[in-house]
């Protein structure tokens, strides 16, 4: 079955350092791969996404490259803020959305 | 714009009683998840709906677990008898039509003793 592998955390980095969370996923056919973002006591809020190799998705300083040839949809932002502390969840989905296979996710922790 | 909303936020129940957690999808939304999420086993798909209609509950735990979606506006899920081990984060999600991106509530947390 589909399967999400990202890197076991927790990261603890210095502010204004780069951070990379390497996911890599096993899938079946043309999945389209997210990453979501959940803050200490909140919901998962979707980060960014990538629909089809070679796209890239961005948001708030974050990006990630849909790779279809090495599977991998891995997440960098040059520069993290203290605020940038959260958990992130790496995820495909097929089936028009429906069925969403998460990562186990990655802690980071941004200290000042 | 309302979010996803689900209630109550916390629940602390004893081991045999029922508990109900509700939700209330994005408004035009027709596709309903309910997840569960614990450090053992991370996030887990537990059932969604498509117009009110249960399409895959593979994710069910067991027949204590139940879902039901009355309306286009409205969600519970049911645990009975609760068991400790169901103590988790229950998050509900939701999404439009031909959309791909889940919008997901706060959670509930549960806490069975």
């Known amino acids: 079955g589909d399967s999400v592998t990202q890197m076991e955390g927790p990261v603890t980095l210095s502010e204004e350092a780069c951070l990379t969370i390497?996911?890599?996923?096993?899938?079946?056919?043309?999945?389209?791969l997210f990453w979501y973002v959940q803050y200490p006591g909140e919901g998962l809020q979707l980060l960014l996404k990538?629909?089809?190799?070679?796209d890239k998705g961005s948001n708030k300083g974050f990006e990630a490259t849909y790779r279809k040839e090495t599977t991998s949809f891995h997440l960098e932002k040059g520069s993290v803020q203290v605020s940038d502390s959260a958990v992130y969840f790496c995820a495909l989905s097929k089936a028009a959305g429906n069925k969403l296979t998460f990562g186990g996710g990655t802690r980071v922790l941004v200290k000042p | 714009d309302a979010g996803v909303i689900q209630s109550p936020r916390h629940e602390v129940t004893e081991m045999g009683q029922e508990v109900t957690l509700r939700c209330k999808p994005i408004s035009g939304h027709n596709s309903l998840f309910w997840y569960r999420q614990t450090m053992m086993r991370g996030l887990e798909l537990l059932i969604y709906f498509n117009n009110n209609v249960p399409i895959d509950d593979s994710g069910m735990p067991e027949d204590r677990f139940s879902a039901k979606m009355p309306n286009a506006s409205f969600s519970t899920l049911k645990i009975q008898p609760s068991e400790p081990r169901d103590s988790a984060v229950y998050f509900c999600?939701?999404?439009?039509?031909?959309?791909?991106?889940?919008?997901f509530g706060p959670g509930t947390r549960l806490l069975v003793l």
């Open positions: 990538a629909t089809k190799a070679d």
């Open positions: 999600a939701s999404k439009g039509t031909g959309q791909e991106t889940q919008y």
């Open positions: 390497n996911c890599t996923y096993t899938a079946t056919g043309y999945p389209s």
